[in-house]
């Protein structure tokens, strides 16, 4: 975290360890979550790793998993950040442009923007997924691009939220633990489901 600014990724009180608003009703999470997070998924960042961060908004927490995975000149790390929201996404390439270039000029870090729920089938399996909003209930689609052995970190819940860390098993069967209650932003359906 420390090597990348959050000063670029989030326009008022940057350190402050509390969300922040981005605009267009999203938020950056606070700092203590976002190390949470990268804790958890510490083992899935190594270098050469592929990782997917669903409701990437600001594009901060895209950017130091980019770091994680593409450290030490390893090949093969790559980071997808998808926002349902275009102008999300263009604030995050923004952002990343003003001390963390290199991240997408070298295809380490990609930003797409698309449906969360659906994630980002043209680059799995993933050995890591981070979603930064809530979902009602945790999205299939999610499951089936984790690599066996990989892991998920989500908010689950609408009123009442758990943020969940979902291992995927060798057999490719999956494992869920709730590790505490939280409050996020919900994660958008960009369509009308039917």
Not at 10 to 19: F, G, I, V
Not at 94 to 118: C, F, R, T, Y
Not at 136 to 162: N, Y
């Amino acid at each position: 975290m420390l090597a990348v600014d959050r000063g670029h990724y989030a326009p008022k009180n940057p350190y402050t360890d509390a969300p922040q608003p981005i605009g267009y009703q999203a938020t950056i999470s606070a700092p203590h979550m976002h190390a949470h997070a990268l804790e958890l998924l510490a083992k899935h960042l190594q270098p050469g790793m592929r990782a997917l961060d669903v409701g990437s908004g600001s594009g901060y927490l895209a950017a130091v998993m980019a770091r994680m995975v593409g450290a030490e000149e390893s090949e093969g790390g790559k980071v997808v950040g998808i926002d349902y929201l275009s102008p999300l996404v263009e604030l995050a390439v923004e952002n990343i442009m003003k001390a963390d270039a290199d991240l997408l000029e070298s295809g380490l870090l990609q930003l797409e923007q698309g449906d969360g729920w659906q994630g980002y089938e043209k680059a799995m399996p993933f050995d890591c997924i981070h979603v930064g909003a809530a979902a009602e209930s945790v999205p299939e689609a999610l499951l089936e691009q984790l690599k066996p052995g990989g892991r998920m970190v989500i908010p689950v819940g609408t009123t009442s939220q758990q943020f969940c860390q979902i291992d995927r098993l060798p057999n490719g069967n999956f494992e869920q633990k709730s590790l505490m209650g939280v409050m996020y932003v919900p994660l958008v359906h960009p369509s009308p489901r039917i």
